[in-house]
């Protein structure tokens, strides 16, 4: 039985808590929040160990791993200190926002990051890893264009936004890291963006929408399409085109109901709302991949340096929209 | 060129006028109807000679094939009579609805009802078509279960309803016909009728709305689903289910346009109104099977023995309703 | 905390175990099964007391509710000792293939047939029941034509077969649940079948499909398909057509890619495979209506007389096969 | 009737010249052609006068409109002879491939530019053309991204590539004037390209596969994707995204038929081989408005102005290709 500490109980920790939870194998031991309403829930809701100090957990001895949910600026420090107590480590994206802090916490570490897994959650999701796979299988030929298509429902608060880094490091880095996912290394970046949406982001001085295009070290050209707005729910869709033929995965509801009437024939119902429900499936396989590699002692994958460098193309995102020009990278 | 004559100016008369103007190797030569401004609107709108005397067009020894498409209770007389004056024929369906008319034609004209084409254009639809080929090369393994879905947008005026014969002859034959097309011969027959839509109906003593089933030689099972109602357009789908795979013609639209919005995602717009929209490929494709069977002198298809049974099983779904039996044939 | 007791650790009470357990509200308490290692694995999966004695279960005064997965033969027995016991019980369809045993049982449980729910779990399918409430809620006007399409995988064990009750009893028992979920009470019933499948099934005197129509008290017309193999998976399809409008029920497939290549486009996976996987969500939310069922202490629903009316049109639909009439009812 | 002459009988001249055959209130009247095998074949097809000499046709008095589909280098002499003889013109795109002709020719012509169409067909197709009906009328809120994805099936041969003006100008061209047709005026032009299908090509100095991406006046978005070789047929989509909603218009298919197996479900048969098939019905709406706008002498749409606007496009795609930066325009 793999025993797991989740640090932070926030929205994102108390998913991370239920994917141990229905997981055969794994056991949710201890869980932290620095408020003590939080720890306590969670805690209760899954018969776990709850504290309000951090240390508590970080010193328990038997726990094989560690979920890093706390808010980003604590990323750092909290993964460097679970390594160096010899846990496995799986944290929420970013590393942080700032790359130099990042970059310090690598050289820091060294080996040690191959105990690392980033929450790039979106790699364990059903549909776009059997696409993957396929891809892998040669199904589609050499690949040569990917289309990511990525909004979510409605702007995030004002005050979230200030600190989120922008959108390519706090929306945007999932996609980027999902075009590494299928081009491998990325050479070029060429960004633009919108506000079109929200007067506060704008006065933020983020942008609320965005069309990234990168080319990947083969030659192939991919473009991410991101909106913070999308009123039929949360829009995730990726189309991979290759050679011989294309897959595409579309967006995905919650029941098969199809409905015709005199206005339309074959409505499908709303999608999704949001991440919580889009990508349980990914959030649980995730948490099953992160126990296996705890098991088979593998080097963990997505790991920290695919953390780094999907925050080294959001940089170079936000460089080529200050810019107009195309960044070239590697 | 082979040159064509049409009996009838009616709606079902025109649309296949339209379909010999545009189908190059055929010309519209002449068009009869009792009444002088549908004849002549017809004839001058293809530029074909119009004459509102039947026996201008039955004498022209220029004319290769003769299109029937007069009120139902003339075609018998009129196929005889283009039949023995050596012309091909297209009759539309019904032959008649009297299967004793109908069996004593068969008498009287002996082998020439192999010049005789009844107009069962369903077999043409594109989609319909491909199925049935694709069930005989073996796509779907030996055939099993048939399922066809046929609905009218709207009854038919009470007037018409009176005297066509009733929904099973009048409707339902194309998709007995249909049935045959894919089981070959039927063994049995069982009808279920409701009246849930028009009163009218009711009162002229038929139903509106029906299922059939029907097993076929070798023991397949089908069914069909009429309705003389369908708010969202013109129903007209089939699935045919085998051993190894299953083959399905959906309701088509026309454009691909997908809508997405708060209340609902992919919505597609209406399905065609009518069978004039749904089918005109199909009778385009009629048309030409036609003019290419007088061309090569075979055999026509689906003749007049394809027409004479559908009417058969016809009148056994009227004897199943009646009787609340199964009806068996041959 | 509401506790239940298992009686059955076979496939079907693997899945209520299962259920109880990820049910927030519930306690999986006691499992029962006369094999010691069935009721250990299950008991020590869940951490639940584990017994080879059934009087354990039913004599444990803290359990609130039972469920009867044990062979279909002690599902009366079982069920009337857990009832007469205080317990809500929750019983694996059917009651019993026979309907004297069903009635018996009725008229000596009298009220207390009323703390019986019986396991038509597909009434609790999202798809399903959102397109119950939408027809009841008025969105296709006035019920008219019910098309369910049930098609399992691949037949079952000879053996299995020669005690199951036959096709209708065994197979198609969910769907006549299914047309009363949307018709009410159902007035006539009329059976095909067919052997097209297993010679074992043949010389076990049943049918391997099977075409049943239904109509309901108000008119409306119902068809049932059966297959007992289907290449693609397990094909389970519901069409609701009323006045003014269609639901449809599609298949559902565990990723939402769509392959485009040379050969065909837009593919999508396979289906689910069988009703484990399929219908996950209905037997979950099964075990949520049962256990809330008992705590709000309101009659169970779908309840022992919609578990002995399903057998009643088995058995009308049994009739009519051997006779080849149509069979009225109430 | 509006009487029509096509100068050019290469494959989008027949085009054109069936698209005049089929029309009610229009007449081929004259078409020509420097090689008379073609001229002869296409005026004896359609009963019209031929030639091999375009005066015979330039100096007919009694034509209305005339087509031009003769190659690019002749586009603008004979438009401007036709314009000045008063006829109407449709012309081919592009107007040119040098954006100097193509402003000396505006500057000539003056006010006489308003009696050209230019032939961006795509704007007339059923499903491009309801989106933008609908995202005018506020189906989806204001307008704020644009996605299309147009592949050829496959590469042109290497002959034609040299005297294409290259990918942007010969293939990207109705894309960009389709992102004209829902943005308005473009405001910046970000293109990359790659070599990834054709050595030939590459060699040629032309690109096989590009991404743009444009900014309109209003601050939307819009990403063009365009490849040289497309394994399942002609791909062509649209997607229109705004703040309350989003249309799509997919790829489409000869028939509706859908196939299941054990290997994948839903199949849908290949899409349309190439424009010829896909765009018949946008051809045949575009003749139709431009024998419209002569009939009602409304000033032609797209019009000159058009053409123009989308070469600049593309020529700024081509300097943001080559220099790597944003092309800021207007």
């Known amino acids: 039985m793999v025993r797991i500490g989740v640090l932070g109980c926030g929205r994102i920790g108390r998913v ?17 929040d620095p408020v003590e309403a939080s720890a306590r829930e969670v805690g209760e809701r ?12 970080l010193a328990d001895e038997s726990l094989d791993g560690i979920v890093v949910a706390s808010p980003t600026p604590t990323h750092v420090e909290l993964l460097t200190r679970a390594v160096r107590a010899g846990k496995a480590v799986l944290c929420e994206k970013p590393i942080d926002l700032d790359i130099g802090r990042v970059d310090a916490c690598r050289t820091q570490l060294g080996d040690l990051t191959d105990r690392v897994m980033v929450g790039f959650n979106r790699r364990f999701d059903p549909s776009f890893a059997d696409i993957r796979e396929r891809v892998a299988a040669g199904e589609v030929g050499a690949l040569e264009q990917l289309v990511i298509i990525s909004r979510d429902p409605a702007p995030p608060p004002p005050a979230y936004v200030a600190t989120s880094g922008g959108l390519f490091r706090d929306m945007m880095i999932h996609d ?3 075009a590494r996912f299928f081009l491998g290394d990325v050479v070029a970046v060429t960004a633009l963006g919108s506000n079109l949406i929200s007067r506060e982001i704008a006065q933020a001085g983020d942008i609320d929408g ?27 869709r990726l189309e991979a085109f290759g050679a011989s033929g294309m897959l595409i995965a579309g967006n995905q509801h919650p029941t098969s109901v199809r409905y015709s009437g005199a206005e339309r024939t074959d409505a499908a119902p709303p999608i999704f709302e949001f991440f919580l429900d889009r990508y349980t499936p990914a959030y649980r396989a995730e948490m099953a991949a992160f126990v296996a590699m705890i098991e088979t002692g593998t080097k963990h994958s997505p790991g920290f340096d695919d953390g780094r460098a999907a925050l080294v193309l959001a940089d170079a ?5 200050r810019t107009g020009t195309t960044i070239s990278l590697g």
Chains 1, 2, 3, 4 share one sequence.
């Open 16 to 32: 991370h808590a239920d994917s141990v939870a229905v997981l055969r194998g794994a056991e949710l031991a201890r869980v932290y």
């Open 46 to 57: 899954y018969r776990a160990a709850w504290t309000t100090d951090v240390d508590d957990v």
């Open 176 to 178: 980027l890291d999902m």
């Open 210 to 236: 965005a069309v990234v295009t990168l080319r990947g070290a083969g030659g192939q050209l991919a473009t991410i399409t991101n909106s913070r707005r999308c009123a039929f729910g949360y829009d995730q």
């Open 317 to 321: 995102a936000d460089r080529s929209l």
